[in-house]
């Protein structure tokens, strides 16, 4: 079973195939690689596990691998460096193919130095978790993470395919398929209503990863997220809408240092807490909250910010967030399950009560 | 005088301003920014000159300037991370315009900076140098160097607007005045044999910085690079003539340490070796040759490798150079005065005769 989505972005569209044990098709991934070198990036985790694999598939190419350590506290220039001095070691021109083989970070990085090397070479992503088959597989955002702030170097630079083979799901952490899965509720929560109650409905066999229903989330959260992306590539509007909780996530991944909680983890909390205040506001109902809240909690994620953050700390670590306009923090909140809109026109003191009410 | 070059990009079409004092009129500056922060980024030797006159031009936005180290050798990763380190440390947003003011290094890196800032800023130049007012000002190309390649970290990436005052160039070293009349040079050899003959005429003129001559100078450099930039913005084919004389320039600057020799004057070697090789291969004659190389003498460079680099040294660099596709080294030779061509099909008997008669 493969199923293949074209991301329309005129002469920067791409195909996203998703599917179960799809890597093993070499022809997949090599009609997609138009001159004869190949970097492969990966990390410690991931190697032992696929790059032997991919390689194989490699064998026509002139094909180095280098492998990054594990983890979003790496997601830096310093280590983002050893992916150029691999480039520059090997000699490789302008026409080297880069693959990423990882998760998000994995796929940010290799993503951001394609976007670099020699002012732009192409590259390809292979996810192999839940989060980065969900999120990093569309829209074209890289970056690195600044010790003063995430995501805050990086570029729009869109792969030439994406193969998300679900078969490697199986060997993922229960806690990072959780985390993934809060990527897909918020796609739900954001403009698929139908989609949140799917997800209701089948969270148990998620859980378990029943190929078909894995096939299914991952096509219909890249197919939502790429509606999104296709009218609003360089994010100047309605692609905001994909930073649902995120304001208030990455103001917990920050405080807790990179790596500490999971992305999904944060932004957990974040959808809860953008939820609670949009009851506050009046926007949605408690049925609504606690629908949320549940799924959530079934799909095995926090509900509650870290033990140790202040309102205080985490005020100060929001206001660095790139969702803050001209200093007025606009967050994307809630009209309904599967209604999220941007706004700044909200009453402050809500605000404090839901930063409030989260104090422990 | 101000004259007004418009470089046609489609919707990342900009003017550039050249004249002279016209950095004092407020509003050519202004009228290009859209959000209330700016950050300036310049160096130690340009600020004591004209950074509190760019600061007193901007009293009605929230303005900060970094000052960075002067020279090639400090255009890297780890001196970018000073202009990021600002961003944040003063909380820009996504609206921050950037200002380079300075030479081509300041515009190099403030240009990726803004490129790679929350994936993109707006970014303006203020070009101080001629090689940064005739080169860096058209095309976009923005990049740090790497220990193992120059710019080999970059993107394309194009400025709100340039402002191009040449009453800056009265502060400007000679040996600076003379890189800059490098790439000037260039021009003419590539595709304009009459801006070529006009240079035989005025470069007494332009040698003594007389104001109508340099205006005129930079204009038509800009307007020859625009008229090459707006038909190949990406580099795939006939921009890469505008890198004539620069793979052999490049391993010189590179084998000498960045900063060492100045950019111009290692192009100015690197012409004079495409020339050589050009005549050997019976494309252009003696007397062209000879002109070439007197013109160059004249406007002040070097026509002859460093005393203490070797010709094995110098294939090795030129191997990493990003014009070598797929092993086979491209270079820019001339048909005759005024027509460059890009070719790999050259008998490469010849190019280690001129390596052989460049050697010490």
Redesign the interface.
């Known amino acids: 079973m493969m199923k293949t989505l074209h991301v329309s972005l005129g002469e920067r569209s791409y195909p996203i195939y998703i599917g179960d044990d799809i890597l093993s098709q070499a022809a997949l991934l090599t009609q997609h690689i138009q ?3 190949v970097l492969v990036v990966t990390n410690t985790t991931i190697a032992p596990l696929y790059l032997q694999s991919v390689l194989e598939l490699l064998t026509e190419y002139r094909c180095e691998s280098v492998i990054l350590p594990d983890g979003e506290e790496f997601k830096n ?1 310093e280590v983002l ?1 050893q992916v ?2 691999e ?3 090997s ?1 490789f ?3 080297v193919t880069m693959i990423a083989l990882g998760g998000g970070v994995i796929g940010d990085m290799t993503g951001f130095a394609a ?6 070479v192409p590259f390809i992503q292979i996810p192999t978790t839940l989060l980065a088959q969900v999120d990093s597989s569309v829209g074209g ?3 690195v993470n ?1 010790p ?2 995430k995501n ?5 630079y869109q792969p030439k395919c994406v193969i998300a083979d679900t078969n490697t799901l199986n060997t993922l952490e229960d806690r990072q398929l959780s985390s993934g899965l809060a990527e897909v509720i918020k796609y739900g929560l954001i403009n698929d209503p139908e989609f949140f109650d799917w997800l209701e409905q089948n969270m148990p066999a998620l859980r378990e990863r029943q190929t078909d229903v894995l096939v299914e989330v991952v096509e219909r959260s890249c197919q939502d997220k790429a509606d999104v992306v296709a009218s609003d590539e ?2 100047h509007g309605v692609r905001a809408l994909l930073n649902l909780g995120h304001t208030f996530g990455h103001a917990i991944e920050t405080g807790m240092g990179y790596g500490n909680w999971l992305h999904g983890e944060a932004i957990a909390v974040g959808m809860v807490m953008a939820a609670d205040l949009s009851q506050r506001l009046g926007w949605i109902d408690g049925v609504d909250f606690a629908r949320i809240k549940a799924l959530l909690i079934a799909a095995g994620l926090p509900t509650t910010i870290p033990e140790d953050m202040s309102s205080d700390q985490f005020m100060s670590l929001m ?2 967030d ?1 969702k ?4 007025r923090i606009r967050l994307v909140l809630l009209k309904s399950i599967g209604k999220a809109i941007m706004s700044d026109d909200y009453d402050a003191e809500k605000l404090a009560e839901t930063l409030e009410s989260f104090q422990h």
């Open positions: 001159g004869k070198e220039l460096n150029f001095d480039l520059l070691q000699h021109s302008r026409q976007a670099c090397y020699q002012r732009g955002k890289t970056a600044h003063l702030g805050m170097i990086g570029a729009f360089l994010e206001a660095v790139k803050v306009q001209d200093g």
